[in-house]
């Protein structure tokens, strides 16, 4: 297991959501998802699927698909595959990490560089906790689902902390915000929880 | 919680539960349209046709400026902090994106309320009232956000009279279809230099362009270029002022009432997103704690509206109320989408908006860091902190 998170947050990282996805996918296709959209790379979308439109989903190469009739994967393999694809969503926030860190080390604030800002210091600190943290969580309890689901939660929260710091630039254009949202969005279609309906 | 969805809010003078209840009438009208105006803020047609929208810009203009009356439910609304807060707090559970669509004066009206002399401020109101224009408030640059002293926007002498304004302004409100607004530049090296102007478009050297936004798109975010845009003599706002209320400083009151507006409206579009996990869920109990913190974010911010009509230079009230509300929004979304089976932010567009708009209240006047320097004691008080007068920057 820890090959395949590590490959899933590697292909994150370098290759964006659509690349990560596909990994975490591991071959499942739409049926296998738990609710009544299952969120696919783009290119793996079979010809004539019914797709719901969402630009912002689009832009990442992620396409929403009604999964129409087949059965969901049984829970186990879903938090399998819930695991890979928050190693996937780890990526894709280190990229955001990244990106936040030469934002705020070129802009300055009161003459001084927003990386040298406390306030700033300490959410980005707190960024590098939860990625080793949860990096540790999805390989020690990949097979928890509630740890799992927990992860996705941290992740969608790390997001708009980091978003945060890249002010409205990261809000406004094709910002880091978008693709954040389309990150969470697809968590949202695979991760099923104890307790909702 | 023993709330029902269309009770009017305990604890409010007579006159405020009524401008909560007319409020909410129009929420539904916003609701109405906030589809349509998420998927192209630019189409002009269903804004201009919502009777919503139209008494909104109305109901938000000063009373001596109103082209015509409003109901007698809406005549408090500008007359405190206080009902403001509990306006905008129903609309925005209508519909915070549509909300931002309105063609009001918005925070280029009180930048003229504030700074402009009574001929600026009746010939912005008449053109208000004659064009029913979108208003813009320039003071955001790409590199000077938080840090908007610094802006480096021109304000520079015309030889042949008057001025001439270089520079360019970004993310801001209506920044490509007002026809009127405010933008400030600086005069010279010191944050007292700073000033802020009326500007009019068609004007030469004056260019705009949208910018594609996450969430809030109703609110038309873009950019703004001055190419030695001319700005005649009586377009310079603060003109009749002492030096040191001409600028920033004069216009700080201002930015407390606009700071607890979007508190009220990042707290309506959480409450947006509880009704909507409620309506989904018929009968199911688990909302009761969320549902009582927002009761209880929605009493603390009547209050901190309350003590800022009181002590209207305070800074802090408004601050702690965003601080509080546009977090608090943030995490409803979370909520909702744990409440909600697998794919469901997709499935509902409503909610799914939501979940977009929401982040947009970090960003306005005033990000969380920026509230939290602002908030936090800097001293040993010698008072109860929130009682001691304060100003940010000071
Ligand atoms: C929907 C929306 C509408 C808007 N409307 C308008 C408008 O009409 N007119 C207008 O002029 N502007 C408008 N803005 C812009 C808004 O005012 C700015 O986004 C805001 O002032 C923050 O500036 P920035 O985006 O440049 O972020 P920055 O100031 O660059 O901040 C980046 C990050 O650094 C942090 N930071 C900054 N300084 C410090 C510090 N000293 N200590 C610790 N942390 C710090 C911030 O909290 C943030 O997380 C709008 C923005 C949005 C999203």
Known sequence: ?197 | MNELPGEPPHALPHALRRLAEGSRELAAELRDIALAVDADPHDSAPLRASSALELLRVVGTPRPFRAHAVPAWAEPYVDSRLARVVANVELARGDAGALNACAAPSLAGFTVDALGDSDQQKAFYEELANERPWTFFGMTERDHGSDATAMRTRLDPDPSGGFLLHGAKRYVANAARGTIGVVWARTGPTPLSLRAVVLRRPAPGFTGAPLETLGLRGACLGEMAFDGVPVPPESVLGRHLPASRRGLWGANRAFGVVRLQIAAQALGSAFALRDAVRALRPGWAGHAPMSARLAAARALLYDLAAESDARPDDRRPPSLAKLHTAALAVEVGRWAEAALPPGSLVEHPLLEKWCRDVGAFEFMDGTSNILRLTLAPETTPRRAPHRAPHQEGS
């Open chain 1, 1 to 197: 297991m820890r090959d395949t998170i590590e490959e899933c947050e590697r292909a994150g990282h370098a290759e964006g959501l659509a690349a990560g996805l596909a990994l975490a996918l591991d071959g499942a296709g739409a049926a296998a998802a738990p609710g009544r959209l299952a969120a696919l790379p783009r290119a793996h979308v079979p010809e004539g699927a019914p797709v719901v439109p969402h630009a912002l989903a689009e832009r990442e190469g992620i396409a929403f698909v009604r999964p129409g009739t087949g059965g969901a994967l049984p829970p186990g393999r879903l938090t399998a595959l819930g695991a890979r694809l928050a190693a996937a969503r780890l990526g894709t926030s280190r990229r955001l990490i990244d990106r936040v860190v030469a934002h705020v080390a070129a802009r300055a604030s009161g003459g001084e560089p927003l990386i040298r800002k406390q306030l700033v210091r300490g959410a980005l600190a707190d960024a590098l906790v939860t990625v080793e943290t949860t990096r540790r969580t999805l390989v020690v309890a990949a097979a928890v689902g509630a740890a799992v689901t927990e992860a996705h939660d941290r992740l969608t929260s790390l997001d708009w902390e980091l978003a945060k710091l890249l002010g409205a630039s990261g809000y406004a254009g094709e910002g880091a915000a978008s693709t954040a949202f389309v990150s969470r969005l697809t968590a949202n279609c695979w991760v099923s929880r104890e307790g909702s309906p």
